[in-house]
């Protein structure tokens, strides 16, 4: 079996949303005076390659803890988006064009090539998102998740994230935020999951994201 793995490392000094904070990992024993080491984690739930669920944007809506395990696993199928333009749109034709294959997969994963900017000021440019015709098209069908390796499902700029609540309007799925190594993955089907921290009454969760092949 061959495994990729699509998470970025939680550190100190790592990219965070703007408004937050970075997590701090504080030493809280050590081996010499305790005979073990433990680590005090501090950070934001959304921290990192982390998920979100309907609870995110709605007070009503389904928090993390609530949705059952098999949300969290299926077959993903990568859109490859790397040619796009700052700013430009992700459409529902660079979608269907997947044919068989993005209507058999439970994950469409969006390959924007943006992890290469991670740890830089550019992580946070204008990078390419769903238009309302790719939105409508993945709402349309049976999907668990979508995922992207950006910070946001919406733009920076966007303050009232309006794709995140058009998602979550109607619909327990999830959305999953800085993917890494998408492009490892290949342009067919394979098994993909996106584990976050079972947290009581989650808005979201820090998640380790793999992929893995037959």
């Given at each position: ?14 990219p965070v949303y703007p408004g937050t904070e970075p997590p701090r990992l504080t030493p809280a024993c050590g081996y010499e005076r305790d005979g073990f080491r433990e680590t005090l984690l501090q950070l934001y739930s959304h921290t990192g390659t982390h998920v979100d669920p309907p609870a995110h944007l709605f007070a009503e809506g389904t928090t ?151």
């Amino acid at each position: 079996m061959r495994v990729i793995d699509l998470t970025h490392t939680i550190r100190e000094g790592m990219p965070v949303y703007p408004g937050t904070e970075p997590p701090r990992l504080t030493p809280a024993c050590g081996y010499e005076r305790d005979g073990f080491r433990e680590t005090l984690l501090q950070l934001y739930s959304h921290t990192g390659t982390h998920v979100d669920p309907p609870a995110h944007l709605f007070a009503e809506g389904t928090t993390l803890d609530r949705l059952p395990p098999e949300q969290f696993i299926g077959r993903a199928l990568v859109i490859d988006c790397r040619d796009l333009a700052a700013g430009e749109g992700i459409t529902a034709e660079r979608i269907s064009r997947r044919g068989e294959l993005a209507e058999r997969a439970d994950f469409l994963l969006f390959n924007l090539g943006w992890d290469r900017y991670w740890g830089t000021e550019a992580y946070y440019g204008d990078y390419p998102c769903l238009d309302e015709g790719a939105l409508e098209y993945i709402l349309r069908g049976d999907y668990k998740g979508i995922g992207f390796d950006v910070i946001g499902l919406d733009p920076i700029s966007d303050t009232e994230l309006t794709r995140h609540r058009r998602l979550f309007s109607g619909r327990d799925m999830v959305n999953i935020e800085n993917l890494t190594n998408l492009e490892q993955c290949g342009d067919g089907l394979f098994w993909f999951g996106c584990f976050p921290l079972k947290v009581a009454d989650s808005d979201g969760a820090p998640a380790r994201a793999l992929a893995w092949f037959d």
